[in-house]
């Protein structure tokens, strides 16, 4: 059975009902927010369903992007929302899914763990997942733990059953449900109906979980009449239930929610001794994004996965912020990169009047050569741009190709061909689409002085992480300055490329490394910020 820790860690768990997109990783992350400013500690933690290991090889188009860890834990976008919302670095510990758990009872069930007892979905799967979310709480005064899903999917029953039965050990006082809903609007009738929140709830009663707390979310501002029927109806009272119609930006959500008194509610429901919030620098944050500012700078966004705007989350959040600490706005325009792979296509009339592009990370041959003309165009047009993971490997390819070799390219292109200056890390040949295998997480990185990077940094000794299988050929690094670019970040264990830059170009940096996974609403990542400078000054 599972052991439940002495230390007398609180929880919060937060469900989500009536359809899935709702916010419920807003939600969690706002609530930390809320409790951070409180003087707790606080981690959080998000809970998948899926069967999959982790979030390495699930379809981006489909679920957004792999947000990584400093560890290197390949994760849910929602673990980019925690770290944005409390400024604290998550961990592999806050990532799990259905999978893991699976994976770790049957590799234990063949080694002869379980000494012939039946393995079942409870007590083991369940106990197995309370045992993963107690060793995440260590050390906490609060653990939020928001479950994947919609409450009724058959996939998350063994999760919703593990959280109800650590509530009955470690004692209702000591854990909060949290349930998010939707309360669609009728134009016919001019009202919000609270039908599906009612019968969602009553499912999770029917689970056996009575939540304490209601998020109603809609698309249009609710009134009090809805607040008082959701009580009624759903047992609920009136001032655990908080409201959150559409917001103009996200990071407004934890400001509603501290307004509707749902931070006091948890913290008096668990007994905690907290101090007086502190929200001045978040509503510092919340004043910028949504200003109406003079100045818009114009960004070309050149990716390949189209179809969900989430699949560069963590880009546009950073890019956003880069753009409030410039006193501006940015208009993102998408650029389907795979358009121009055609080797007749011409992508410098379709990258004219951008001030800047943006190159983000990707795998695979769709969209390469698409990648590879829009920096070759920035290189020869003195464009600015900044290249992230992907972003440098074809800005190389570009600075090579400008300069004369027309056959320039990479292992995903060409495995065999002769002038690869993009090639497979030795570590990982014959590992393509393998799960958790990449080179994952936080590597050391060294600057060149007086390097633009440095200069942006204003440091040489930096740390960023990564996710790829390729690396720069280092057979034609000698070459780089005839190409017009510069290694000027260097991994001093392995000698690896980190960072270039464009020689006498006004802005032109690529990271292998992805430093969008650092920046912060509060505080924008250097080179997000120093693009935007870029951009901000030549428009």
């Known amino acids: 059975m599972s052991a439940v820790p002495a230390k007398a860690t609180k929880y919060v768990f937060v469900t989500g009902g009536v359809l899935s997109g709702l916010g419920k990783g807003i939600t969690a992350a706002s609530i930390g927010k809320l409790l951070k400013s409180r003087g707790l500690r606080v981690n959080l933690q998000k809970c998948d369903p899926y069967l999959n290991v982790d979030a390495g090889l699930l379809n981006p188009r489909e679920h957004g992007e792999c947000f990584v860890t400093k560890d290197g834990a390949e994760t849910d976008l929602d673990l980019g929302h925690y770290e944005r919302f409390v400024d604290e670095e998550m961990t592999s510990a806050s990532s799990l899914m259905s999978g893991r758990v699976l994976l770790k009872l049957i590799q234990d069930e063949r080694a002869g763990k379980f000494e012939g007892d039946d393995v079942q979905i409870i007590p083991h799967v369940t106990g197995a997942i309370q045992d993963w979310i107690a060793k995440a709480g ?5 653990h939020i733990v928001e479950i994947g899903g919609t409450v ?4 998350s029953l063994s999760f919703i059953e593990a959280i109800r039965e650590m509530g009955v050990k470690v004692g209702l006082d000591n854990c909060v449900y949290v349930h998010v809903v939707y309360l669609p609007y009728l134009n016919a009738s001019n009202e919000t109906k609270t039908k599906p929140a009612q019968n969602s709830v009553r499912e999770l009663r029917g689970l056996g979980i009575a939540p304490d707390i209601l998020v109603g979310r809609s698309e249009h501002p609710a009134n009090g009449a809805v607040k008082r029927k959701l009580s009624l109806f759903s047992g609920v009272s009136e001032d655990a239930i908080a409201l959150l119609p559409n917001a103009h930006s996200i990071y407004e959500v934890p400001l509603t929610l501290e307004d509707s008194g749902i931070a006091n509610v948890i913290t008096e429901h668990l007994s905690l001794e907290v101090t007086k919030p502190d929200l001045s620098e978040w509503r510092a944050v919340v004043k910028k994004a949504t200003a109406d500012y003079d100045k818009t700078v114009n960004v070309g966004f050149v990716a390949k996965y189209m179809d969900n705007t989430d699949t560069y989350m963590s880009v546009f ?10 006193d501006c706005s940015v208009k993102i325009t998408w650029i389907d990169a795979s358009n121009f792979d055609n080797p007749d296509a011409d992508i410098s009339k379709e990258l004219e009047g951008y001030d800047g592009i943006v190159v983000p990370g990707g795998f695979g041959k769709r969209s390469l050569e698409g990648k590879i003309k829009a920096a070759q165009y920035a290189l020869k047009s003195n464009l600015p ?17 400008n300069a004369g070799m027309s056959d320039a390219t990479t292992f995903e292109l060409d495995p065999d061909a002769p002038n690869q200056v993009i090639i497979t890390m030795a570590d990982q040949v014959d590992k393509h689409m393998t ?22 940094y204003g440091a040489t000794e930096i740390v960023e992480r990564h996710r790829h299988r390729g690396e720069c050929n280092n057979a034609f690094i000698d070459k780089y300055k005839e190409w017009g670019i510069t290694a000027s970040g260097i991994n001093p264990e392995k000698n690896l490329v980190e960072v270039i ?3 006498s170009h006004p802005f032109f940096v690529a990271s292998q490394f992805h430093p969008e996974f650092k920046s912060r609403p509060n505080r924008p990542h250097p080179l997000f910020d120093g693009f935007i400078k870029a951009l901000s000054q030549s428009s």
């Open 138 to 142: 260590e050390g906490f005064d609060v």
């Open 152 to 155: 009724g999917d058959y996939e």
């Open 317 to 326: 959040e950073a890019l956003k912020a880069a753009a409030w600490h410039n």
């Open 385 to 401: 741009y900044l290249g992230l993971c992907l972003g440098l490997q074809v800005g190389v390819i570009a600075a090579a190709r």
């Open 435 to 456: 799960g958790g295998t990449m080179r994952l997480g936080d590597y050391d990185c060294r600057l060149n002085e007086g390097s633009i990077a440095a200069k942006l």
């Open 501 to 503: 830059e464009g020689i």
